[in-house]
């Protein structure tokens, strides 16, 4: 039986990609209960970039916005993203804040949880995995961080998911968050991942630079399990393929997903009024073409915006080619990071002070803890010399960086307790964790509100 799951990311990935994740939960109401009869192999509704979002821009709490989408969808398995020890924020935590958020998510509504880890370091992601199977509840799949690069070959990417398939996880998913694997080497990758592993394997791409349909065809020939598609307002471009698109691409052939496509377009009708009410409400310059050249240098869509708008506001946006330029040599002497959140910001940042000021003249906190370990394992080598100049003769950590962290959440419920919420839930305990910053100005808000 060969017929294609399909995942639905349009309340997660599809507008994190194309509206910034603005899109806010009364958006997502009127057509949950629909979407649950569609036979989607699961919603990517959480986790990612939403949880800070709910706060920070939206006024929203992200652990209500995840209980109430349960209450309405009832057949179709829930899923989140998940940084692995960074769980959904830019550092390290505690494991005893990784196994509570794990716990806190799944009762409150998770059923699949997608772990990774920027560097594809597995022992960055040992704790989220055994949490989330210490709960017998949910599914856990592991995913690993597809990258170009001189180290980067089909045996390596296989060797990390037999990695992960030792450590138990319940599926496998390649993901793509640049849109960099092409055609046949998705072929090649997926033909050879399913002769090693026996776990099923989910593709999740982007069409940053063209390839996305085509590079979900080859993967489909070659007996991919899943694919990550988006309801077209919110697909496409820096996001996934049009879930309408791949259901009527495979149509009838050995390959259908048995998606009744009629079921689909009054989705399509209610996600196009949401996409015009984000770009009206937030002023959002949402990306409408491709960018092939991103292969080249590797850089996720949205960072490349950012990147432009920064140079910019130093006024130096004529040096955006150079700094493009120069992305690999830091990548190269950072030992070959994928790109990802939060490497990629850190190369990015690397490679513009370089342009700027003259090469390495300044090096960042975050370029340091990369070169000492801090992050994780990087998949390449770092030269001594370039490790010299970074940190002198400090020693380098060869060990899960989580084992030097201590226990945060008892510390983090007296603090909030201090700030006038002695009462806080342990959903709110790990909101302020996470984004303190953020969280306590919430809390404040709703509170007030509720008075």
């Not at 017998?136 to 296989?158: D, R």
């Not at 009744?260 to 009054?266: A, C, H, K, N, S």
């Not at 419920?413 to 201090?418: G, I, Y």
Request: aromatic letters at 8%.
């Amino acid at each position: 039986m060969a017929r294609v799951k399909i995942t639905e990311t349009v309340l997660r990935d599809g507008h994190q990609s194309i509206a910034a994740t603005r899109m806010r939960l009364n958006q997502m109401l009127p057509v949950l209960e629909a979407m649950d009869e569609i036979g989607y192999n699961a919603l990517e509704c959480w986790g990612g970039a939403t949880f800070d979002t709910c706060m920070r821009f939206l006024g929203e709490d992200p652990w209500e916005r995840l209980r109430t989408i349960k209450k309405y969808v009832k057949k179709t398995p829930l899923q989140m993203l998940f940084r692995g020890q960074n769980i959904l924020g830019y550092r390290h935590y505690a494991d005893d804040v990784v196994y509570e958020f794990v716990n806190r998510a799944v009762d409150n509504g998770i059923d699949i949880i997608r772990v990774f880890d920027a560097l594809n370091d597995p022992r960055n992601m040992e704790a989220a995995i055994k949490a989330a199977k210490d709960t017998k509840a949910v599914h856990v799949q592991g995913a690993i961080v597809y990258t170009i690069s001189p180290i980067h070959t089909m045996e390596s990417f296989t060797k990390g998911a037999m990695e992960l398939q030792d450590m138990g996880v319940d599926s496998l998913c390649i993901k793509d968050m640049s849109g960099l694997l092409a055609p046949y080497d998705a072929y090649n990758l997926i033909r050879m991942l399913k002769k090693h592993v026996s776990v099923p394997i989910e593709l999740h791409t982007h069409c940053t630079c063209g390839f996305g349909e085509m590079t979900y065809m080859k993967a489909i020939e070659a007996g991919v399990d899943i694919i990550d598609t988006a309801l077209s307002p919110f697909g496409e471009v820096t996001s996934q393929p049009a879930t309408e698109t791949l259901v009527m691409a495979l149509q009838g052939s050995i390959y259908d997903t048995d998606i009744d496509i009629e079921r689909l377009w009054p989705l399509t009708e209610h996600f196009k009024q949401v996409r015009k009410e984000l770009a009206d409400e937030f002023k959002l310059t949402m990306p409408s073409q491709i960018n092939p050249a991103v292969r080249k240098y590797q850089i996720p869509g949205g960072m490349l915006t950012n990147l432009y708008n920064q140079l910019k506001g130093q006024g130096s946006e004529d040096r955006f080619d150079d700094v493009l330029a120069e992305m690999p040599n830091v990548r190269r002497d950072l030992g070959y990071p994928p790109l990802v959140t939060p490497t990629s910001q850190i190369t990015g940042s690397a490679a513009a002070l370089n342009v700027l000021y003259g090469r390495y003249k300044i090096i960042t906190n975050e370029v340091r803890d990369i070169v000492r370990g801090k992050y994780g394992r990087v998949p390449g080598t770092i030269s001594d010399e370039f490790r010299k100049m970074c940190i002198g003769d400090e020693p380098v950590i060869d060990y899960r960086p989580a084992d030097d962290l201590e226990p945060e959440l008892e510390k983090a419920r007296k603090t909030l307790a201090d700030e006038g919420f002695p009462n806080a839930s342990a959903e709110d305990v790990l909101s302020f964790t996470l984004f303190p910053e953020v969280a306590l100005p919430f809390f404040r808000t709703r509170k007030e509100a509720t008075l």
